[in-house]
Protein backbone atom coordinates (compact mmCIF):
# COMPACT_ATOMS: atom_id res chain seq x y z
CA UNK A 1 0.00 0.00 0.00
CA UNK A 2 2.94 2.45 0.69
CA UNK A 3 4.47 2.07 -2.40
CA UNK A 4 1.16 2.30 -4.18
CA UNK A 5 0.76 5.75 -2.18
CA UNK A 6 4.43 6.42 -3.09
CA UNK A 7 3.61 5.71 -6.88
CA UNK A 8 0.71 8.21 -7.00
CA UNK A 9 2.77 10.38 -5.17
CA UNK A 10 5.17 10.84 -7.37
CA UNK A 11 2.25 10.84 -10.45
CA UNK A 12 0.95 14.58 -8.44
CA UNK A 13 4.56 15.92 -8.53
CA UNK A 14 5.03 14.88 -12.17
CA UNK A 15 1.62 16.71 -13.24
CA UNK A 16 3.00 20.33 -11.88
CA UNK A 17 6.73 19.71 -13.00
CA UNK A 18 9.14 22.24 -14.27
CA UNK A 19 9.33 21.86 -18.14
CA UNK A 20 12.48 23.32 -19.27
CA UNK A 21 12.17 26.57 -22.47
CA UNK A 22 14.29 26.26 -25.34
CA UNK A 23 14.18 29.08 -27.29
CA UNK A 24 14.16 29.02 -30.79
CA UNK A 25 16.36 30.42 -33.32
CA UNK A 26 15.12 33.06 -35.57
CA UNK A 27 16.46 33.39 -39.07
CA UNK A 28 15.11 35.85 -41.35
CA UNK A 29 16.55 34.62 -44.45
CA UNK A 30 16.00 30.63 -44.46
CA UNK A 31 12.39 29.66 -44.96
CA UNK A 32 10.66 26.04 -43.47
CA UNK A 33 11.74 24.23 -46.98
CA UNK A 34 15.53 25.69 -47.58
CA UNK A 35 17.57 22.78 -47.93
CA UNK A 36 20.04 23.21 -45.77
CA UNK A 37 17.98 24.31 -43.16
CA UNK A 38 18.71 21.97 -40.50
CA UNK A 39 22.32 22.37 -40.80
CA UNK A 40 22.16 25.93 -40.13
CA UNK A 41 20.20 26.03 -37.66
CA UNK A 42 22.42 23.85 -35.75
CA UNK A 43 25.47 25.33 -36.44
CA UNK A 44 23.97 28.75 -35.49
CA UNK A 45 22.50 27.40 -32.05
CA UNK A 46 26.12 26.15 -31.36
CA UNK A 47 27.72 28.77 -31.96
CA UNK A 48 29.43 28.23 -34.96
CA UNK A 49 28.70 30.61 -37.01
CA UNK A 50 26.23 33.32 -36.82
CA UNK A 51 23.49 35.82 -38.41
CA UNK A 52 23.57 39.63 -38.26
CA UNK A 53 21.63 41.87 -36.34
CA UNK A 54 18.88 41.67 -38.85
CA UNK A 55 18.92 37.51 -37.65
CA UNK A 56 20.36 37.39 -41.61
CA UNK A 57 22.19 34.22 -42.32
CA UNK A 58 22.99 35.27 -45.84
CA UNK A 59 23.08 31.35 -47.22
CA UNK A 60 23.75 31.98 -50.43
CA UNK A 61 26.87 34.41 -50.13
CA UNK A 62 30.47 33.18 -50.29
CA UNK A 63 32.20 31.62 -47.36
CA UNK A 64 35.93 33.47 -47.33
CA UNK A 65 39.41 31.40 -46.10
CA UNK A 66 39.60 33.52 -42.82
CA UNK A 67 35.35 32.78 -42.08
CA UNK A 68 35.98 28.87 -42.73
CA UNK A 69 39.13 29.25 -40.13
CA UNK A 70 36.69 30.50 -37.70
CA UNK A 71 34.10 27.96 -37.71
CA UNK A 72 36.21 25.36 -37.91
CA UNK A 73 38.22 26.18 -34.48
CA UNK A 74 35.13 26.37 -33.34
CA UNK A 75 33.98 22.79 -34.08
CA UNK A 76 36.99 21.54 -33.10
CA UNK A 77 36.62 23.80 -30.00
CA UNK A 78 40.18 25.10 -30.44
CA UNK A 79 38.41 28.67 -30.59
CA UNK A 80 40.29 29.37 -27.39
CA UNK A 81 44.28 27.91 -28.17
CA UNK A 82 47.13 29.82 -26.67
CA UNK A 83 49.37 30.90 -29.63
CA UNK A 84 52.54 29.60 -29.20
CA UNK A 85 53.94 30.92 -32.83
CA UNK A 86 55.06 33.77 -34.83
CA UNK A 87 53.12 35.91 -36.87
CA UNK A 88 54.92 35.01 -40.83
CA UNK A 89 52.14 36.37 -42.84
CA UNK A 90 52.63 39.62 -44.76
CA UNK A 91 49.19 40.19 -45.19
CA UNK A 92 48.20 40.02 -41.54
CA UNK A 93 48.97 42.48 -38.92
CA UNK A 94 47.32 42.37 -35.31
CA UNK A 95 45.05 44.65 -36.05
CA UNK A 96 42.89 42.13 -37.53
CA UNK A 97 40.65 41.18 -35.43
CA UNK A 98 40.93 37.40 -36.67
CA UNK A 99 44.61 37.82 -36.17
CA UNK A 100 44.70 35.18 -33.47
CA UNK A 101 42.24 32.50 -35.16
CA UNK A 102 44.58 32.93 -38.45
CA UNK A 103 47.79 31.59 -36.27
CA UNK A 104 45.86 29.66 -34.61
CA UNK A 105 44.87 28.03 -38.10
CA UNK A 106 48.52 27.67 -38.68
CA UNK A 107 49.04 26.54 -35.62
CA UNK A 108 47.38 23.27 -35.67
CA UNK A 109 48.10 22.93 -39.44
CA UNK A 110 44.27 23.63 -40.58
CA UNK A 111 44.45 25.93 -43.26
CA UNK A 112 48.12 27.01 -44.35
CA UNK A 113 49.40 30.20 -46.13
CA UNK A 114 50.62 30.94 -49.83
CA UNK A 115 54.18 30.36 -51.08
CA UNK A 116 54.48 33.72 -51.52
CA UNK A 117 54.26 34.74 -47.14
CA UNK A 118 50.63 35.58 -47.35
CA UNK A 119 47.33 34.42 -46.06
CA UNK A 120 44.81 35.88 -48.16
CA UNK A 121 42.05 36.11 -45.41
CA UNK A 122 39.10 37.42 -47.28
CA UNK A 123 40.10 35.40 -50.35
CA UNK A 124 36.91 33.06 -51.35
CA UNK A 125 37.12 29.35 -50.09
CA UNK A 126 36.46 26.62 -52.46
CA UNK A 127 34.41 23.80 -52.10
CA UNK A 128 37.79 21.85 -53.30
CA UNK A 129 39.55 23.33 -50.23
CA UNK A 130 37.29 23.03 -48.03
CA UNK A 131 37.36 18.70 -49.09
CA UNK A 132 41.05 19.01 -48.73
CA UNK A 133 40.85 20.24 -45.32
CA UNK A 134 38.36 17.90 -43.89
CA UNK A 135 40.49 14.79 -45.53
CA UNK A 136 43.36 15.96 -44.47
CA UNK A 137 42.79 16.09 -40.56
CA UNK A 138 39.98 13.01 -40.24
CA UNK A 139 41.49 9.93 -39.42
CA UNK A 140 43.45 8.23 -42.35
CA UNK A 141 41.54 5.41 -44.39
CA UNK A 142 41.44 3.45 -47.21
CA UNK A 143 40.27 5.34 -50.24
CA UNK A 144 39.07 3.99 -53.86
CA UNK A 145 38.78 6.65 -56.72
CA UNK A 146 36.14 4.95 -58.33
CA UNK A 147 33.83 6.37 -55.81
CA UNK A 148 33.81 9.26 -57.97
CA UNK A 149 32.14 7.47 -61.12
CA UNK A 150 28.86 8.13 -59.58
CA UNK A 151 29.33 11.54 -60.29
CA UNK A 152 28.79 13.47 -63.33
CA UNK A 153 31.60 15.94 -62.87
CA UNK A 154 34.30 13.25 -61.61
CA UNK A 155 36.40 14.89 -64.42
CA UNK A 156 36.17 18.34 -62.93
CA UNK A 157 37.90 17.02 -59.69
CA UNK A 158 42.00 17.77 -59.76
CA UNK A 159 44.12 15.29 -59.50
CA UNK A 160 45.30 16.54 -56.18
CA UNK A 161 41.34 16.11 -55.07
CA UNK A 162 40.26 12.53 -55.95
CA UNK A 163 41.87 10.90 -52.67
CA UNK A 164 40.52 14.05 -50.55
CA UNK A 165 37.30 13.44 -52.29
CA UNK A 166 37.23 9.42 -52.18
CA UNK A 167 37.79 9.83 -48.47
CA UNK A 168 35.45 12.47 -47.24
CA UNK A 169 32.83 11.06 -49.77
CA UNK A 170 33.55 7.48 -47.65
CA UNK A 171 33.30 9.24 -44.42
CA UNK A 172 29.70 10.84 -45.57
CA UNK A 173 31.41 14.86 -45.08
CA UNK A 174 30.65 16.17 -48.14
CA UNK A 175 28.25 18.39 -50.04
CA UNK A 176 26.39 17.83 -53.43
CA UNK A 177 23.54 20.00 -53.76
CA UNK A 178 21.67 20.70 -55.85
CA UNK A 179 21.96 17.94 -57.81
CA UNK A 180 22.90 15.24 -55.92
CA UNK A 181 25.21 13.67 -59.11
CA UNK A 182 27.54 16.98 -59.11
CA UNK A 183 30.59 17.81 -56.84
CA UNK A 184 31.50 21.01 -58.56
CA UNK A 185 34.83 20.94 -57.11
CA UNK A 186 35.59 24.29 -58.52
CA UNK A 187 32.85 26.70 -57.50
CA UNK A 188 32.88 28.77 -54.36
CA UNK A 189 31.59 27.22 -51.25
CA UNK A 190 28.52 29.00 -49.99
CA UNK A 191 27.79 29.69 -46.30
CA UNK A 192 24.61 27.26 -46.67
CA UNK A 193 27.49 24.46 -47.69
CA UNK A 194 29.89 25.43 -44.87
CA UNK A 195 26.94 25.00 -42.27
CA UNK A 196 26.39 21.52 -44.05
CA UNK A 197 30.08 20.44 -44.02
CA UNK A 198 30.65 22.13 -40.76
CA UNK A 199 27.74 20.09 -39.20
CA UNK A 200 28.56 17.24 -40.67
CA UNK A 201 32.14 17.33 -39.63
CA UNK A 202 30.85 18.15 -35.83
CA UNK A 203 28.53 15.11 -35.78
CA UNK A 204 31.96 12.47 -36.94
CA UNK A 205 34.30 14.63 -34.96
CA UNK A 206 35.42 11.19 -33.72
CA UNK A 207 36.66 10.53 -37.12
CA UNK A 208 39.09 14.16 -36.28
CA UNK A 209 42.44 13.12 -35.76
CA UNK A 210 43.47 14.17 -31.93
CA UNK A 211 45.91 16.68 -32.68
CA UNK A 212 43.17 19.07 -34.11
CA UNK A 213 40.63 18.76 -31.71
CA UNK A 214 40.57 20.78 -28.26
CA UNK A 215 40.54 18.92 -25.20
CA UNK A 216 37.05 19.29 -24.71
CA UNK A 217 36.04 18.60 -28.30
CA UNK A 218 32.90 16.73 -28.31
CA UNK A 219 33.57 12.84 -29.85
CA UNK A 220 30.06 11.69 -29.81
CA UNK A 221 26.48 12.89 -28.88
CA UNK A 222 24.27 10.70 -26.71
CA UNK A 223 21.00 10.02 -24.90
CA UNK A 224 20.12 9.33 -21.51
CA UNK A 225 16.77 7.60 -20.69
CA UNK A 226 14.08 10.31 -19.96
CA UNK A 227 12.61 9.73 -16.68
CA UNK A 228 9.79 11.70 -17.60
CA UNK A 229 7.59 12.80 -20.70
CA UNK A 230 7.94 16.11 -19.54
CA UNK A 231 11.95 16.06 -19.90
CA UNK A 232 12.72 17.67 -22.71
CA UNK A 233 16.79 17.44 -23.13
CA UNK A 234 18.62 13.45 -22.85
CA UNK A 235 21.80 14.99 -24.52
CA UNK A 236 25.46 13.77 -22.89
CA UNK A 237 28.57 15.10 -24.87
CA UNK A 238 30.94 12.08 -24.94
CA UNK A 239 34.78 13.88 -24.98
CA UNK A 240 38.21 12.83 -25.09
CA UNK A 241 38.43 13.03 -21.17
CA UNK A 242 35.43 13.42 -19.33
CA UNK A 243 31.03 12.82 -20.03
CA UNK A 244 29.16 16.01 -20.16
CA UNK A 245 25.51 15.48 -18.76
CA UNK A 246 23.92 18.62 -20.19
CA UNK A 247 21.35 21.27 -18.75
CA UNK A 248 18.14 20.34 -18.59
CA UNK A 249 18.58 16.54 -18.08
CA UNK A 250 16.94 14.79 -15.31
CA UNK A 251 17.95 12.17 -13.41
CA UNK A 252 17.14 10.06 -10.48
CA UNK A 253 18.91 10.18 -6.74
CA UNK A 254 17.64 8.60 -3.71
CA UNK A 255 17.97 10.22 -0.46
CA UNK A 256 20.97 8.76 1.21
CA UNK A 257 19.56 8.88 5.20
CA UNK A 258 15.83 9.60 6.26
CA UNK A 259 15.06 13.34 5.76
CA UNK A 260 12.60 15.22 8.04
CA UNK A 261 11.49 18.81 7.47
CA UNK A 262 10.86 19.40 11.44
CA UNK A 263 14.55 18.41 12.09
CA UNK A 264 15.62 20.66 9.36
CA UNK A 265 16.65 24.02 8.50
CA UNK A 266 18.10 26.61 5.51
CA UNK A 267 21.89 25.73 5.21
CA UNK A 268 21.82 22.25 6.21
CA UNK A 269 23.85 19.92 4.32
CA UNK A 270 21.71 17.21 2.53
CA UNK A 271 22.73 13.84 0.83
CA UNK A 272 22.04 11.51 -1.71
CA UNK A 273 23.13 8.41 -3.83
CA UNK A 274 22.67 6.97 -7.25
CA UNK A 275 20.14 4.19 -6.93
CA UNK A 276 21.62 2.53 -9.66
CA UNK A 277 24.54 2.71 -12.84
CA UNK A 278 23.36 5.68 -15.02
CA UNK A 279 24.31 4.56 -18.67
CA UNK A 280 23.55 6.27 -21.90
CA UNK A 281 21.12 4.78 -24.32
CA UNK A 282 24.26 4.17 -26.59
CA UNK A 283 25.88 2.25 -23.81
CA UNK A 284 28.31 4.57 -21.66
CA UNK A 285 28.38 4.52 -18.28
CA UNK A 286 27.84 8.18 -16.99
CA UNK A 287 27.52 8.03 -13.17
CA UNK A 288 27.81 5.12 -11.37
CA UNK A 289 26.07 3.13 -8.69
CA UNK A 290 25.94 4.52 -4.85
CA UNK A 291 27.99 7.84 -5.93
CA UNK A 292 27.20 10.54 -3.55
CA UNK A 293 25.40 14.10 -4.08
CA UNK A 294 25.85 16.47 -1.85
CA UNK A 295 23.88 19.73 -1.32
CA UNK A 296 21.98 22.02 0.89
CA UNK A 297 18.67 23.56 2.54
CA UNK A 298 18.28 26.28 0.96
CA UNK A 299 14.82 27.28 2.05
CA UNK A 300 12.12 25.76 4.26
CA UNK A 301 8.56 27.15 4.78
CA UNK A 302 6.62 25.58 7.34
CA UNK A 303 3.31 24.04 6.95
CA UNK A 304 0.26 26.91 7.15
CA UNK A 305 -3.58 26.82 8.15
CA UNK A 306 -5.85 25.30 5.74
CA UNK A 307 -3.78 22.35 4.86
CA UNK A 308 -1.26 24.21 3.47
CA UNK A 309 1.78 22.08 3.22
CA UNK A 310 5.12 22.84 4.24
CA UNK A 311 7.74 23.16 1.11
CA UNK A 312 11.58 22.14 1.41
CA UNK A 313 14.64 23.74 -1.33
CA UNK A 314 17.36 22.09 -1.99
CA UNK A 315 20.30 22.46 -4.46
CA UNK A 316 22.47 19.96 -5.19
CA UNK A 317 26.38 21.01 -5.34
CA UNK A 318 28.59 18.21 -5.76
CA UNK A 319 29.13 15.12 -6.63
CA UNK A 320 31.32 12.16 -5.29
CA UNK A 321 32.26 9.15 -7.44
CA UNK A 322 33.13 5.83 -6.11
CA UNK A 323 36.88 6.44 -6.56
CA UNK A 324 36.68 9.78 -4.81
CA UNK A 325 36.51 11.84 -7.96
CA UNK A 326 34.72 14.96 -7.35
CA UNK A 327 32.47 16.99 -9.65
CA UNK A 328 30.29 20.24 -9.48
CA UNK A 329 26.61 18.70 -10.30
CA UNK A 330 24.27 21.88 -9.77
CA UNK A 331 20.87 20.36 -9.74
CA UNK A 332 17.43 20.99 -8.11
CA UNK A 333 14.15 19.08 -7.16
CA UNK A 334 12.34 18.24 -10.87
CA UNK A 335 8.72 20.01 -9.55
CA UNK A 336 7.23 22.98 -9.48
CA UNK A 337 9.22 26.12 -8.52
CA UNK A 338 11.51 23.19 -7.36
CA UNK A 339 10.09 22.32 -4.14
CA UNK A 340 9.48 19.28 -2.30
CA UNK A 341 5.94 19.14 -0.45
CA UNK A 342 3.70 16.40 0.69
CA UNK A 343 1.71 15.23 -2.14
CA UNK A 344 -2.49 15.68 -2.70
CA UNK A 345 -2.88 11.61 -1.90
CA UNK A 346 -1.06 12.35 1.73
CA UNK A 347 -3.29 15.50 2.42
CA UNK A 348 -6.21 12.92 1.20
CA UNK A 349 -5.05 10.71 3.94
CA UNK A 350 -4.29 13.20 6.72
CA UNK A 351 -7.93 14.75 5.98
CA UNK A 352 -9.57 11.00 5.74
CA UNK A 353 -7.86 9.72 8.68
CA UNK A 354 -9.74 12.97 10.82
CA UNK A 355 -12.87 11.81 9.43
CA UNK A 356 -12.84 8.22 10.36
CA UNK A 357 -11.21 9.77 13.78
CA UNK A 358 -14.07 11.85 14.27
CA UNK A 359 -16.42 9.28 13.48
CA UNK A 360 -15.52 7.36 15.83
CA UNK A 361 -15.40 9.73 18.18
CA UNK A 362 -18.81 11.05 17.59
CA UNK A 363 -20.06 7.33 17.41
CA UNK A 364 -18.80 6.34 20.93
CA UNK A 365 -20.25 9.69 22.02
CA UNK A 366 -23.82 8.74 20.08
CA UNK A 367 -23.86 5.05 22.18
CA UNK A 368 -23.00 6.87 25.31
CA UNK A 369 -25.87 9.56 25.50
CA UNK A 370 -27.89 7.08 24.72
CA UNK A 371 -27.48 4.26 26.81
CA UNK A 372 -27.23 5.97 29.93
CA UNK A 373 -30.92 6.95 29.69
CA UNK A 374 -32.31 3.98 27.63
CA UNK A 375 -30.03 1.22 26.34
CA UNK A 376 -32.92 0.40 24.07
CA UNK A 377 -31.93 3.74 21.79
CA UNK A 378 -27.97 2.95 20.95
CA UNK A 379 -28.70 2.66 17.67
CA UNK A 380 -30.13 5.80 17.39
CA UNK A 381 -27.31 7.09 18.81
CA UNK A 382 -25.15 5.55 16.43
CA UNK A 383 -27.30 6.99 13.29
CA UNK A 384 -26.53 10.46 15.09
CA UNK A 385 -23.00 10.32 16.37
CA UNK A 386 -21.40 8.48 13.30
CA UNK A 387 -22.08 11.66 10.92
CA UNK A 388 -21.92 14.38 13.41
CA UNK A 389 -18.11 13.33 14.45
CA UNK A 390 -17.27 12.45 11.02
CA UNK A 391 -18.56 16.20 9.59
CA UNK A 392 -16.22 17.37 12.98
CA UNK A 393 -13.38 15.24 12.01
CA UNK A 394 -13.62 16.41 8.26
CA UNK A 395 -14.06 19.97 9.31
CA UNK A 396 -10.76 19.62 11.64
CA UNK A 397 -8.59 18.14 9.09
CA UNK A 398 -9.48 21.05 6.14
CA UNK A 399 -8.69 23.54 8.23
CA UNK A 400 -5.47 22.15 10.38
CA UNK A 401 -1.74 23.35 9.36
CA UNK A 402 -0.61 21.40 6.05
CA UNK A 403 1.79 18.48 6.96
CA UNK A 404 5.58 18.84 6.68
CA UNK A 405 7.85 17.23 4.11
CA UNK A 406 9.50 13.90 4.63
CA UNK A 407 11.49 11.04 3.04
CA UNK A 408 12.40 7.83 4.19
CA UNK A 409 16.06 7.04 3.33
CA UNK A 410 15.98 5.84 -0.40
CA UNK A 411 13.40 7.39 -1.09
CA UNK A 412 14.16 8.92 -5.04
CA UNK A 413 13.23 12.53 -6.45
CA UNK A 414 13.87 13.86 -9.26
CA UNK A 415 16.45 16.27 -10.15
CA UNK A 416 16.95 18.61 -12.54
CA UNK A 417 20.68 19.84 -13.76
CA UNK A 418 20.78 23.71 -13.91
CA UNK A 419 24.34 23.58 -15.47
CA UNK A 420 26.18 21.48 -17.72
CA UNK A 421 27.84 18.22 -15.55
CA UNK A 422 31.41 17.30 -16.66
CA UNK A 423 32.17 13.93 -15.30
CA UNK A 424 35.69 12.85 -15.68
CA UNK A 425 36.26 9.67 -17.39
CA UNK A 426 39.18 8.09 -15.65
CA UNK A 427 37.44 8.43 -12.54
CA UNK A 428 34.66 6.22 -13.60
Known amino acids: MKKFL ?254 KQKLSATGDVVSFVAPEDLYTQEGTLVIPANSKFTGKVIDVTNPKWFNKNGRVYIQLEQLVLPSGQVSKFCAKPFYKNYELKEGPWMTAGKILLYTVSGGAVGTGAGVGFAFIPDPTKIGTGIAIGAPVGAAVGLVTGLVTPGLNYNAKKGEEIEVILLEDASIAKQAL
Open 6 to 259: AGLMTFSFIAFNTVPVFAAVSISDVGQNYWAKTEIVEVVEDGIMSVDSSNRFAPEEVMTRVEFVKALLKVLTNDNLDVTIKNQFSDVSKANPDYDNILRSQQLGLVYGYPNGTFQPGKNMLRSEAQSVISHITKDATTDTSVLSQFTDAAAVPTWAKKVYAKTIGYGIYVNYPDTRELRPSDCLTRAEAAVLLARLKDRLGLVKKEYLGSDAILAVEHLDKVSRKVKNDVVNITERSNVITKDNVILVAFDEKF
